[in-house]
């Protein structure tokens, strides 16, 4: 069974970083692309990074040079390190697997909230 | 870009609704394939994919979900809707990049 557990959303202060987790487990990690998706409070989804099975990363503009995408295939998890954070950065984010085929989006970790205040 | 239609919808027990999604550009892939999809998302749960491709439905979804277009116009109808389906629905794309639809609202009258 493929399953995706997040961990680290929190609290955090403007300017402030974390780094949110995605342990995955019931696939073969190293042979996809995964990716980061956020949703605010009461707004939609959007997409926000990906990281491809050949480590090659991907951002949406408004968080380029502020987060950072990896994956550590020895422990099957995905990271996102999201710095200088600010307000408009509070939603909970989802990780999902993303390869180009019919997996795409087909499993989505259960999110992770981070509130920037 | 993806445009939703309706944005909110009210629908009686057992009747059918019906979602449209506009994308901007068509979304064949090199591959061949079209990647559209449908999600539904429930109150503070993850999205839950019901189709992928267009038309092809996941696994444990039930046959009352059906997905169907082409090029750029796509629609998610719900036949014999029940009281389980309210919630939100998006379309996403995935042959140029992500991008999802606004979100329709699903409730039941």
Do not use: K, N
């Given at each position: 069974e493929v399953q995706l557990v997040q961990s680290g959303g929190t609290l955090v202060q403007p300017g402030g970083s974390l780094r949110l987790s995605c342990a995955v487990s019931g696939f073969t990690f190293r042979a996809f692309a995964m990716s980061w998706v956020r949703q605010a409070p009461g707004k939609g989804l959007e997409w926000v990074s990906a990281i491809g099975k050949d480590d090659k990363t991907f951002y949406i503009d408004s968080v380029k040079g502020r987060f950072t995408v990896s994956r550590d295939t020895f422990e099957d998890t995905l990271y996102l390190h999201m710095s200088?954070?600010?307000?408009?950065?509070?939603a909970v984010y989802y990780c999902a697997i993303s390869p180009?085929?019919?997996?795409?989006?087909a499993h989505w970790g259960q999110g992770a909230l981070v509130t920037v205040s | 870009v993806l445009i939703q239609s309706p944005l909110s919808l009210l629908v009686t027990l057992g009747q059918s609704a019906s979602i449209s999604c506009r994308s901007s550009q068509g979304l064949v892939y090199s591959d061949g394939y079209t990647y559209l999809h449908w999600f539904h998302q429930r109150p503070g749960q993850s999205p839950r994919r019901l189709i992928y491709q267009v038309s092809s439905r996941d696994s444990g979804v039930p046959d009352r979900f059906s997905g169907s277009g082409s090029g750029t116009d796509f629609t998610l109808t719900i036949s014999r809707v029940e009281a389980g389906d309210v919630g939100l629905y998006y379309c996403m794309q995935g042959t140029d990049w992500y991008t999802f639809g606004q979100g329709t609202k699903l409730e039941i009258e």
């Open positions: 200088s954070l600010t307000a408009d950065d509070t180009q085929g019919w997996l795409q989006f | -």
